[in-house]
């Protein structure tokens, strides 16, 4: 089951930056799928948009192992001066990052918007 896919094309600024990157994460986002999709997530936080957001939406199942590679994201964000948002996120998905505690580092949100 792939569970990475990013939306292109990008809406650049200068110094070839774009403004936006949209990453549509999908199925099980758990130990076996989440280092691959973390790493992936920080490569694209490299590149230096101005925000990433990372959508839930058809995420069926979100581990503390899938919890801990956002927070990795969050990191390489935060060093970049990247702003991370999650949306799309469903209940289960927003109360397991509020048990964990990520949910308010995040700026995470019930549904799409920027």
């Given at each position: 089951?792939?569970?990475?896919?990013?939306?292109?094309?990008?809406?650049?600024?200068?110094?070839?930056?774009?403004?936006?990157?949209?990453?549509?994460?999908?199925?099980?986002?758990?130990?076996?799928?989440?280092?691959?999709?973390?790493?992936?997530?920080?490569?694209?936080?490299?590149?230096?948009?101005?925000?990433?957001?990372i959508d839930l939406g058809k995420v069926t199942?979100?581990?503390?192992?899938?919890?801990?590679?956002?927070?990795?994201?969050?990191?390489?964000?935060?060093?970049?001066?990247?702003?991370?948002?999650?949306?799309?996120?469903?209940?289960?998905?927003?109360?397991?990052?509020d048990q964990i505690g990520i949910a308010r580092?995040?700026?995470?949100?019930?549904?799409?918007?920027?």
């Amino acid at each position: 089951m792939r569970l990475f896919r990013s939306r292109f094309p990008r809406r650049t600024v200068a110094h070839g930056q774009s403004a936006r990157e949209v990453v549509r994460l999908r199925g099980e986002f758990d130990a076996r799928s989440a280092r691959a999709a973390g790493l992936r997530l920080v490569r694209l936080i490299d590149a230096g948009p101005q925000v990433l957001e990372i959508d839930l939406g058809k995420v069926t199942y979100l581990s503390p192992d899938g919890c801990r590679a956002l927070f990795v994201a969050l990191r390489a964000a935060r060093a970049r001066g990247t702003r991370l948002v999650v949306t799309h996120a469903d209940e289960r998905a927003r109360s397991i990052l509020d048990q964990i505690g990520i949910a308010r580092v995040l700026a995470a949100r019930p549904g799409g918007g920027s």
